[in-house]
């Protein structure tokens, strides 16, 4: 059964620390991983993604890496604000179409 | 671009009633996602679209559960008869690519629905 985890469940740090979240997948034969970021009472926002070809992507103080042989992405989030806080989402797609979600890190970064 | 538009924002009906959410995908995008999100069971994907056409559904729970797609620019989601358990953030997410999520999927801010 194709799996995404994520961990931790919950994280909170003051500000301007440097920040990984992790999520690991228990099928490697992806196609692509995309990480997501979700205001409460908000739709998703994509934030980075990247192909199965690849080993990472960045945006800003975002950065994504990606390990298919050991199922394991990480999204490094540098110099922590309050405007980060927020639910982060990893999300695994396979040849099926199909993307398949973690159950996601709530991120609260206070002053 | 006004991004994905879904309507109502929020439902509140009662058991038994027909539901019926509303998605306005962004113009030009080729794919067209439903997904629906408890806190039980996350994220998971009810139907695709690709080019109007439907390439599945497997994620559909029940017959109570159907989604149409008649043009390029309009999709509808409808539970009919609507029972508590339906209670959830419905969202639609629309992408370009030549089929599923191969591209950036954008997420439309989504419909709460409460079944009492």
């Known amino acids: 059964k194709q799996e995404v985890t994520q961990i931790p469940a919950a994280l909170s740090v003051p500000e301007g620390e440097n920040l990984v979240l992790n999520c690991s997948f228990t099928d490697s034969a992806i196609y692509n991983l995309q990480w997501f970021r979700q205001d409460p009472g908000k739709g998703l926002t994509s934030l980075l993604l990247?192909?199965?070809?690849?080993r990472e992507q960045t945006s800003g103080r975002l950065n994504a890496s990606l390990d298919k042989s050991s199922g394991r992405s990480t999204l490094y989030i540098a110099a922590s604000q309050p405007g980060d806080s927020a639910t982060y989402l990893c999300?695994?797609?396979?040849?099926?179409?199909?993307?398949?979600f973690g159950t996601g890190t709530r991120l609260q970064v206070f002053p | 671009d006004a991004g994905v538009i879904q309507s109502p924002r929020h439902e509140v009906t009662e058991m038994g009633q027909e539901v019926t959410l509303r998605c306005k995908p962004i113009s030009g995008h080729n794919s067209l996602f439903w997904y629906r999100q408890t806190m039980m069971r996350g994220l998971e994907l009810l139907i695709y679209?690709?080019?109007?056409?439907?390439?599945?559904d497997s994620g559909m729970p029940e017959d109570r559960f159907s989604a149409k797609m008649p043009n390029a620019s309009f999709s509808t989601l409808k539970i009919q008869p609507s029972e508590p358990r339906d209670s959830a953030v419905y969202f639609c997410?629309?992408?370009?690519?030549?089929?599923?999520?191969?591209?950036?999927?954008?997420f439309g801010p989504g419909t709460r629905l409460t079944v009492l």
């Open positions: 679209f690709n080019n109007n056409v439907p390439i599945d």
């Open positions: 997410a629309s992408s370009l690519a030549l089929g599923g999520g191969r591209d950036t999927q954008y």
């Open positions: 999300a695994v797609l396979y040849n099926t179409d199909k993307l398949i």
């Open positions: 990247i192909q199965s070809s690849q």
